[in-house]
């Protein structure tokens, strides 16, 4: 059901009112009243003639003021809900009749009520509309429907639902017109059906305490049902898929998901009640039950009766939202034991290992270590196997099994869930076991049983200082460097508060100037324009001694988001700058305007390589900051098109080498791949040459993603530079802390979480001549991989800014190869 704004913005205002309403503890003063009788399909007009009588069953008097009736389950819905009058009480033992009209009421009973919904006689007090949990009228369907009796709170005080209701219990059975549904005794309390029973003469303001109250029969005894194992079989995928399948459970847990749009998706695990599991242990005993956007009223421990269609969402075995029936039958059912694990290292084991637990409860033993700090995302990851150290990935084929992501039940409210960094251990872990992401996942539904761990945070690394002929190179991934300005009008921009932008301001400002200590050149990744790299210059300008030079050029990017260049104006002298862009044949659904591919190509880069030739204290130098395809979509799915621009890459640094084999290139920024990836493995095969591959293993990591460590930053430079590297490192300040950190600019958390990669720094040593160079003859043409074009290098001006660089002009040959005529252009400072 759709939540109107306004009354959303009502429900903000109330305290514990969001969702659906939760119970009421032992300890409300409401605890003690009971819904005793409901009158719904009346001979006459229901509107008119319906009723709903409650009961104090304490021994002492309950205000009335904030408590609701309601025939809406969930707020912002758009049945009804009222009130009672300020100042109204149920004394102990009162029985109370709450009638839709006075009038037609005694027209049918020969009395009044005690409270009216509908003004229809000035002596009988009205009930008040309650808006805050549902705008429209109460009124009980003849069907079936519910009704909730609510505290101050909007807590559920009691609920009984009926005739073909779902939402409560197992619905008490329908009746016939002018019969009524009454609890007797009137304190029998299970939470069941067989505390009602059909009334053929209705008795409002009387009740009865007379009988037994009937311990209530499972309807699982009575209604045998395959088990879930069934439903998921011994393989990948379900043998009854696009099926529809009836089975029971018990609720293990539940998960809420928002996606880039901002809209939240809820999902439901059900497990097999203990005893009635299929025995076989190549299947699993639990199942997961998408409930599209509706946030689901469960709780652990509801026994349901779910009736649904079988699908497979990328690899997930679950129940579909469309035609999806859940009813609950029981409440505190045994929920079963989690099933302790220890995953195997290598993928092939680790998918049959954890197939036949998919969505059952799992727990990990003891203290696990944490290899992946808690995210925004409210998750973190740790090592299952009961091993200590990071988890690293080199390549697709290393053995990452060991590392068990943990969620939080919400990916968007992460309160009561640990901050935790790598290394942390934490105890307590426990809940169903998900798929999503290509990844198996817990999703921890208990946080306060969580137990950490900390261990101390390691000291602050000290960056390289360069000597009077030497200088520092550094690439710096700065996540999401955006304003608040909405330039796109999509939901995938980012679009920072004021606050927000000061205090990333801040973090980047600090790691720029101390972390990294002010590199002569800095290959930004992740920033949206130029004027957001000149507010960063200006706030390092005091610790560095100087204005970092801003050379930017916009790229293309749907979010917006391009690659650029800080440079030390004092020692750096800036050529000329232009963008790469290439075409391909992989079908990327990239729109660039200055990309004139041909028919059945797409452009190659969303966010185009940027060179930028530069003097540096009078050496020639060629950058190209790169930031290339990421794996949002999926590892494989994405494999080729970070495949052919490595091979773009690839034949740029070789017609530079071509035309000067002693060429200075240094082509670094975010590679998206792992270090020994098919694309760096391209990339370094011949022309170029990965210097962190210099740094030792246990610090040769950028990035953690899912508790696994890698290194998916790179600075290649070409052979003439190799003799020229005095030094290299990655300073680890961000990637092994919570996102958290990042929103806290005291002193003792400034230097941490600037961004979420960590920052590789490169130390040069200058080459002992220092006179003008001479630009090597160019060449006149590059051949480029099949199926691969390369469009001009856009040249947009520097403002008369002396240096050399090149214009180059694309044209497809055949549609094989790309034929590219080089211009030299060599400009002299004036």
Not at 123 to 149: C, Q, T
Not at 341 to 368: D, H, K
Not at 712 to 734: C, E, K, R, T, Y
């Amino acid at each position: 059901m759709k939540i109107r704004w306004l009354q959303l913005i009502f429900a903000l205002l109330i305290v514990g009112t969001l969702g659906v309403a939760t119970p009421a503890s032992a300890q409300s003063p409401a605890a003690a009243l009971r819904l005793t009788e409901v009158y719904y399909d009346t001979p006459g007009e229901d509107a008119a003639e319906e009723w709903v009588e409650l009961t104090n069953l304490g021994t002492a008097p309950v205000d009335l003021s904030d408590i609701k009736i309601s025939d809406e389950e969930s707020l912002g819905g758009r049945e009804g809900a009222v009130r009672f009058p300020v100042g109204a009480v149920a004394e102990p033992g009162q029985v109370i009749v709450v009638a839709q009209t006075a009038v037609a009421f005694r027209a049918l009973f020969g009395q009044n009520p005690d409270y009216e919904i509908k003004d229809s006689d000035t002596a009988v007090p009205d009930m008040r509309r309650y808006l805050v949990w549902a705008s429209g009228d109460f009124a009980l369907a003849n069907s079936g429907d519910e009704v909730l009796l609510l505290d101050g709170d909007n807590r559920r005080v009691d609920t009984v639902g009926y005739g073909d209701s779902t939402t409560y219990e197992t619905a008490v059975p329908g009746v016939l017109r002018g019969q009524s549904i009454a609890r007797i005794p009137a304190d029998c309390d299970t939470d069941n059906a067989s505390d009602w029973q059909t009334q053929r003469y209705p008795t409002p303001g009387t009740v009865s305490f007379e009988g037994e109250c009937a311990a209530p029969i499972n309807p699982a005894e009575l209604e045998p049902l395959p088990p879930i194992g069934v439903v998921q079989g011994s393989g990948d995928v379900s043998p009854l898929l696009d099926e529809t399948v009836t089975f029971r459970g018990v609720v293990t847990g539940q998960y809420a998901d928002r996606n880039t749009a901002g809209v939240t998706y809820y999902t439901l695990f059900v497990q097999d009640l203990p005893g009635y599991e299929d025995g076989n242990p190549a299947t699993s005993d639990g199942i997961a039950v998408f409930l599209g956007r509706e946030r689901p009223s469960f709780v652990i421990g509801d026994q349901v009766r779910v009736t649904g269609m079988v699908t497979e969402f990328y690899g997930f075995t679950e129940i579909d939202d469309r035609g999806l029936q859940i009813a609950r039958e029981w409440r505190d059912a045994p929920v079963p034991e989690a099933v302790a694990i220890n995953p195997p290292g290598g993928a092939a084991e680790l998918t049959a290992y954890f197939e036949p637990l998919e969505s059952m409860r799992v727990a990990v033993a003891g203290a696990a270590a944490v290899t992946g700090p808690t995210f925004s995302g409210c998750g973190f990851a740790v090592r299952a196997d009961g091993g200590v150290g990071r988890i690293f990935r080199r390549e697709l084929a290393d053995p990452i099994g060991a590392v068990l992501p943990i969620l939080h039940t919400n990916d968007v409210n992460c309160d009561g869930f640990p901050q935790v960094k790598s290394g942390d251990a934490v105890s307590g872990l426990a809940g169903p076991l998900i798929y999503n992401f290509d990844q198996f996942k817990l999703v921890q539904q208990d946080g306060a049983a969580l137990m950490v761990t900390a261990v101390p945070i390691p000291p602050l690394p000290a960056p390289p200082q360069p000597a009077p002929d030497q200088f520092a190179i550094a690439t710096f991934n700065m996540e999401n460097y955006f304003d608040g300005v909405d330039d796109t009008g999509t939901a995938e921009e980012p679009k920072l508060s004021a606050a927000d932008l000061a205090v990333k301001q801040d973090k980047l400002a600090y790691a720029l100037a101390h972390t990294l200590g002010c590199p002569a050149v800095v290959a930004v990744q992740e920033v949206e324009h130029a004027a957001l790299l000149a507010e960063l210059a200006d706030l390092a300008a005091d610790a560095c001694g100087f204005t970092y030079e801003v050379v930017h050029r916009e790229s293309a990017d749907v979010r917006g988001i391009d690659v650029a260049y800080l440079v030390n104006p004092v020692r750096v002298q800036v050529g000329d700058v232009g963008l790469w862009q290439g075409c391909t044949a992989v079908a990327t659904g990239v729109s660039d305007p200055t990309a004139n591919c041909a028919a059945g190509q797409s452009p190659l880069f969303s966010r185009p390589p940027l060179e930028m030739a530069v003097l540096l204290d009078g050496q020639p130098y060629t950058f190209l900051v790169v930031h290339l395809k990421s794996k949002r979509e999926g590892e494989g799915e994405t494999a080729v098109w970070r495949m052919a621009q490595a091979g773009f890459i690839n034949e740029w640094a070789a017609a530079k080498l071509a035309a000067d084999a002693a060429a200075r290139l240094v082509v670094l920024g975010d590679f998206n791949d792992y270090e020994l990836s098919p694309p760096l493995l391209a990339m370094t095969a011949e022309h170029l040459h990965n210097v962190l591959l210099q740094i030792p293993d246990e610090a040769r990591y950028s990035y953690v993603y899912g508790g696994v460590s890698q290194m998916i930053d790179a600075v290649l430079v070409s052979a003439a530079l190799l003799p020229q590297v005095a030094g290299v490192q990655i300073l680890h300040v961000n990637a092994d802390y919570p996102d958290a950190w990042g929103n806290d600019t005291s002193a003792a958390y400034l230097p941490y979480k600037s961004t979420d990669h960590d920052l590789p720094l490169l130390l040069l040593q200058l080459p002992a001549s220092t006179a003008t160079p001479t630009p090597a003859p160019l060449p006149t043409q590059i051949v480029v991989p099949m199926g691969t074009a390369v469009a001009p290098i856009v040249d947009d001006g520097d403002g008369g800014k002396g240096g050399w660089g090149t214009a180059v002009f694309g044209a497809a040959v055949g549609g094989i190869v790309v034929i590219l005529v080089l211009a030299r252009l060599f400009r002299r400072k004036t």
